[in-house]
């Protein structure tokens, strides 16, 4: 009779480990390297790049050129806005002030 195993089975190939703590942790990294093949096809250009931090640096300076657009574009707007003169005349012409409302 085979003895009943308390643990998973894993084959690995050579140099792996199978423990739990080695198949979570390369699940880990499995997803971390997904996430960042991610944000690199967001930013433009930096699919080219291979070493992590490079890649962080340039996403870190794209998002920064962003973030300073969107105040500039912010600002632009907000200077707009109040140069709009809101004093027009907006009276209602004469026959219907007179008209009563039913």
Known sequence: MDPK?????VRAR????????????RARREKMKKKMQYLQNLVPGCNKIT????V??????YVQ??????????????????????NTDNSLPEEM?????V
């Open 65 to 86: 050129c962003l973030q300073s657009d969107v105040e500039f574009l912010t600002m632009q707007l907000a200077a707009s806005t109040t140069n709009v003169d809101f």
């Open 5 to 9: 195993r308390d643990y998973i089975y």
């Open 97 to 101: 002030v007179d008209t009563p409302l």
């Open 51 to 54: 070493n992590k931090a490079a």
């Open 14 to 25: 050579h140099g792996q480990a199978t423990d739990s703590h080695s198949l979570a942790e």
């Open 56 to 61: 962080l640096d340039e996403i870190i300076s």
